[in-house]
């Protein structure tokens, strides 16, 4: 089946500093989202992307869409305390529906004060 | 409520045991599907409802795990003949409908731990 491998595995910064990960996959995907998981709870949509190639901004978030459709990029500037937790990138399988996803298997973030 | 509501947040179970793990969609949702992760790994799929109706269970790992949604609301997914390898959050997610770009809204999740 579909993979989506996310690097890095893990992250240690300083407030105030701007991070960047990645996930590429094997196979294409049409559509590709970008979630946040905080401790106890279930993920969170942070940003979509449609279209190879979009570039998409929520806030200190920016994530593009890979020419290939085989990768995804997450940007987030300027860090803060609050951005602690697990990002997953996700791209649906079965066609175009956000409920059946494919999720990498996470970039873990840790802000330091 | 406003959200997904999953019942019990936390269940612990002797190997063996059958469990039921409740899902409370977004009122109005259609759409409600079931995820597991596992400690260190991203949600991993195991089935979606329209409706009442499965339309798509190729997630679940095996025959002792069933779902249902009887009324097109609440859904169960029940666990027969627990096995320690069944430990693991169960995400439910609801979604307004099955289609394209429409977003699907997670719970809290329940942590299953088998004994």
């Keep these: 089946g579909q993979q989506l491998n996310q690097s890095p595995q893990s992250m240690f910064i300083q407030e105030g500093e701007d991070v960047s990960m990645n996930c590429t996959s094997s196979s294409i995907f049409n559509t590709w989202l970008w979630y946040k998981q905080d401790p106890g709870e279930g993920p969170v949509l942070l940003i979509a992307l449609y279209k190879a190639g979009e570039l998409t901004s929520n806030g200190r978030l920016t994530a593009q869409f890979g020419i290939t459709r085989k990768d995804s990029f997450l940007n987030i500037s300027a860090s803060i305390p609050s951005d602690v937790g697990i990002y997953f990138c996700a791209g649906p399988t079965g066609g175009t529906s956000y409920g059946k996803l494919t999720f990498g298997q996470g970039t873990i973030l840790t802000v330091h004060p | ?65 069933f779902a249902v949604r009887p009324e097109g609301s609440v859904s169960t997914l029940k666990i027969q003949r627990t096995e320690r390898g069944d430990s693991a959050v169960y995400l439910c997610a609801s979604s307004l409908r099955q289609g394209a770009r429409t977003e699907a809204f997670f719970g809290q999740g329940t942590r299953l731990t088998v004994v």
């Design chain 2, 1 to 65: 409520g406003a959200g997904v509501s999953q019942t019990p947040s936390n269940k612990v179970t002797e190997k063996g045991k059958y469990v039921e793990l409740r899902c409370d969609p977004i009122s109005g949702h259609t759409a409600l599907y079931w995820y597991r992760q596992s400690l260190g790994q991203g949600p991993e799929f195991l089935i979606y409802f329209q409706g009442t109706g499965a339309a798509d269970d190729s997630g679940l790992p095996n025959d002792r795990f």
